[in-house]
């Protein structure tokens, strides 16, 4: 037996209603597509950018009693604010504290060093190389 081709079946809707609901549908699902992806780019900054915005924060800092300190953490790249007297030069606060930013630091490592293991085992059991 051989077939040529096939007719797909085509599915009308019982109300005119319907239709209009699922081009509603179709449109709210492309919006949504459309401000998730202007989001992710607007969300993207890049490490001038940063810098300078905590260049910025800086001499913003310099104008209180308190000199506030802004610095990105190397090895999280996160952002640190540290609060500091400028009479006795000690540090009143800092956010994130330091034992959060080791302990994300070693998450980090951990998730990097998790990635080779799984790449690694992948590549053996399926033999494929990346």
Known sequence: MEVNSINPVKM???????????????KVKQESRETTVATERSAAVSKNDLDRAVE?????GQLLKRKLNFSVDEATDKLVVTVIDEESGEVVRQVPPSEMLRIAAHLKQFQEMNDRVMSAVKSIILDVRY
């Not at 009308?12 to 179709?26: G, L, V, W």
């Open 56 to 60: 910025s924060a800086n001499e913003i």
């Open 12 to 26: 009308k809707p019982d109300r005119p209603e319907q239709s209009a609901s699922i081009a509603n549908t179709r």
